[in-house]
């Protein structure tokens, strides 16, 4: 995979994707395009659902595996 450090980029949430915030319940981000950002541990997506702008940051790990499964695709 390239070095994608501190880059941005497309992507589209096609599967159930979940993140926690603190100690929190999982919630799940809806299905729909994202901006994807890639740091050196962790990946923050972004989303416009209607009027309210939404993010996080997620492990790069769990990026990955949300990738792998199928559940986030990447625009080419």
């Known amino acids: 995979m390239a070095d994608t450090t501190?880059?941005?980029q497309s992507a589209q949430i096609v599967g159930k994707?979940?993140?926690r915030e603190g100690d929190g319940a999982n919630i799940v981000i809806?299905?729909?395009p994202v901006k994807v950002q890639t740091g050196a541990n962790d990946?923050?997506?972004s989303w416009v659902d209607e009027d309210v702008r939404g993010s996080t940051a997620i492990p790069l790990a769990?990026?990955?595996r949300f990738?792998?499964?199928g559940k986030i695709k990447l625009a080419a």
């Open 62 to 64: 769990d990026f990955k």
């Open 30 to 32: 809806r299905p729909g």
């Open 17 to 19: 994707v979940e993140y």
């Open 67 to 69: 990738v792998a499964e």
């Open 6 to 8: 501190n880059t941005a």
């Open 43 to 45: 990946v923050t997506l």
